[in-house]
């Protein structure tokens, strides 16, 4: 799920920043070193959409960096245990499929997969029901539920199941054709 | 996760920071990405490549461009109205919102903490949520 949340974060600054671009400089250091980060706790930031505050810098003894506490809103995406969301298919091989989520990663092991869906091998991997009526390949459209989440130092990595009520293909590649 | 109690969306267990948290449903996600990527081109030139965005911010706006129910805002502010005056937790109104479930049974399925709280009980409550989800397919359709 994406959330709007307000961090907070002390930012170093050299003093060769200082002048009247200061706030400037300060925002667009938060934009460059923020965006794009993961954090276990917080998830992805995905873009920084405001600055709320910028406390009173304190300079450092003997480097001259000052540390500035800057207060900021942005549009985080965090995934939760239990959480039901829609994914696209990236890849497909006889453990089970691999779908992306926004900058999130889901794996979805053939354990979780409905039982009436075989893995057909071939140029296009794919898992199909035995009547042929539900393909995922890649590029699939599936809604699935997060079961399972692993934290990494810059990634989260999760763990999701198609097999309960309401879950699976929303639209597969080759029906739309 | 750390010793903190297990999160658990199903039950609202996503912990006090983002339970208080503002939500985004993926159409108000798309919005807000869009207009930050125009702002971005416009201001960037070519030869600086701090302009670039973000592998992350690029891949949500693929996902939330792909997965947004509602394309125009208006309709996007209502659904928020709508679904708000249900007594929804943040949580809960954003699935509800970027899922956009059926039937009432597909609502309970996907966001289970509707039936706890006290807020769609008794016989009523699938008739309640009948008629929200209602509501909501009605400005899809007026879109």
Redesign the interface.
């Known amino acids: 799920m994406f959330f709007h949340i307000v961090l907070e974060r002390n930012m170093q600054l050299h003093p060769r920043h200082f002048g009247p671009h200061l706030r400037d400089k300060l925002v667009s250091k938060l934009i460059k070193d923020v965006e794009g980060t993961c954090s276990g706790r917080h998830g992805f930031v995905v873009a920084i959409t405001g600055v709320e505050d910028i406390g009173k810098g304190l300079i450092r003894e003997g480097t001259g960096y000052v540390t500035f506490p800057v207060k900021y809103q942005c549009v985080v995406f965090r995934p939760f245990k239990g959480e039901i969301l829609e994914a696209v298919v990236t890849m497909v091989n006889k453990m089970g499929f691999f779908a992306e989520a926004g900058p999130v990663q889901i794996f979805v092991s053939n354990h979780l997969i409905p039982d009436d869906m075989e893995f057909q091998s071939g140029d296009v991997p794919n898992y199909t029901t035995s009547d042929g009526s539900v393909k995922i390949q890649k590029e699939s459209e599936v809604r699935l539920k997060i079961i399972g989440t692993r934290v990494d130092a810059t990634e989260i990595f999760c763990i999701g199941t198609i097999k309960d009520d309401f879950l699976g293909v929303i639209s597969d590649p080759g029906a739309a054709v | 996760?750390s010793g903190e109690e297990?999160?658990?969306?199903?039950?609202l267990?996503?912990g006090e920071?983002?339970l208080k948290?503002?939500?985004?449903?993926?159409c108000?996600?798309a919005i807000?990405?869009e207009h930050?990527y125009e702002q971005i081109q416009q201001h960037s030139s070519e030869s600086d490549p701090?302009s670039q965005?973000?592998?992350?911010?690029e891949?949500?706006l693929q996902?939330?461009k792909?997965?947004s129910r509602y394309k125009n805002p208006d309709a996007v502010r209502q659904v928020r109205e709508t679904l708000s005056r249900y007594g929804l937790a943040e949580?809960e109104l954003?699935?509800l919102g970027?899922?956009c479930?059926d039937t009432s049974g597909?609502a309970t399925?996907?966001?289970p903490s509707l039936k706890s709280g006290g807020r769609f009980v008794g016989d009523a409550r699938d008739e309640k949520i009948e008629k929200m989800l209602n509501d909501l397919s009605l400005i899809k359709k007026f879109e």
Do not use: D
């Open positions: 996760m297990e999160e658990n969306a199903a039950e267990k996503i920071e983002f948290a503002k939500c985004l449903m993926n108000e996600v807000i990405l930050k701090s965005v973000s592998q992350v911010f891949k949500s996902y939330v792909r997965f949580f954003c699935t970027n899922l479930p597909e399925a996907l966001v």
